[in-house]
């Protein structure tokens, strides 16, 4: 297995580091103990007034939930999908549950609560695969989605598998060097672009 | 201090256990290596085709900076913020790099990397408080933030500090039970709303 660590210019926790999104996934199933604690964390993720818009639809390998997921998935996709013992779909509520308005972070909250799985299931020795290469009406329509909520990502959970199984082009995705824009692109003070002093 | 750390079902990851929102801050200058390290750790967040659309403003108390996001906070945030060593505000592209359309995924991908600064920073011993209640227009016009970009959240990060100095009514939000659903509520399989019997 190639070493897939991100090249930090600080040191940050190693889990952190360790995180990537592969595309070959081991056939073993997921324990019931670590989806639990995966889910619990993304529980305790913050929200905008605590509005919690995050949901999580599920399935293994093999059964109904998992065959509808992949349906959903651009062909890409379902070329290393099939690969990974779990599959999910991450669905947000638009509206805030106090007055019924737009929540204007809902997405935001959503994005938080997926980095929040992604830490604990990187702490239980998986990997997280985020998509956004899927059917967004179709997920509605196969898992009834009702109006005021939004399909918004597709995600495979797994151990990490010998990427000898996928396609060549994909094994050459699962070998690149991974890169960021620096810090410096994106952290300012005083004013939008100006590089910060304080980093 | 409270311990105001989750009181979780499953036992989940120190840090997301630990993390928590206060209001009232120590004066302590956060260290430069701190601050370094956790923009890393927000560096290397997943996003959809890798385009990184999250940016952060940071001043420090004291600065100029500071003093413009404090200027953008509603009343309500302004009574607290005061104690707090930095402040920033994180801002969005809204547009994908590769094509100039519409990134449906860049307040979900935004969010990811706030968590990611927040995981470090609570390795960090630090704490971070992210707030919507602040005036994203004065935001736009006090940074020069461009058309296509969209300032989503603000934040302060600082060690914590005696709840005795806030005001009487945020004491006892420093003190109030932190409360979530439960995951049956938001972890479903089959169809939407059904819970999973995965976890």
New interface residues.
């Given amino acids: 297995m190639k070493d897939k660590s ?1 090249k ?6 190693e ?3 360790r ?3 592969p595309r070959a996934f081991d056939a073993q199933k997921i324990e ?2 670590k ?3 995966i ?8 929200s ?3 509005e ?1 818009p ?7 390998k093999g ?3 998992f065959a509808r997921i992949f349906e959903t998935l651009v062909e890409f996709n379902q070329l290393w999908v099939k690969t990974a013992p ?1 599959a999910g779909i991450i ?1 947000g509520r638009e509206n805030l549950l106090s007055n019924g308005k737009i929540n ?2 809902y ?6 609560a ?3 799985m ?3 299931a990187t ?1 239980e020795g998986l990997f997280v695969h ?1 998509m ?1 290469g899927f059917d967004r009406e179709k997920a509605r329509e196969l ?4 109006e005021g ?1 939004e399909a ?2 597709a995600f495979t959970i797994g151990y990490i598998g010998d990427y000898n199984v996928l396609h060549p082009n994909l094994q050459r995705l699962e070998l690149e060097e991974r ?5 410096d692109e ?8 100006k590089k ?1 002093e ?2």
Same sequence: chains 1, 2.
């Fill in positions: 991100a930090t210019n600080f040191q940050i926790h889990l952190l580091t995180r990537w999104s019931k103990e989806l639990q604690r889910f619990e964390a993304a529980r305790w993720s913050p905008a007034s605590n919690q995050w949901h999580f639809i599920i399935g293994e059964d109904e939930t779990l669905v204007f972070w997405k935001y909250d959503v994005g938080q997926a980095a929040h992604s830490f604990q702490h985020q956004g898992f009834h989605i009702p909520f918004i990502s890169t960021r824009k620096s810090t994106f952290v300012f003070s005083d004013n939008f672009g910060s304080l980093i």
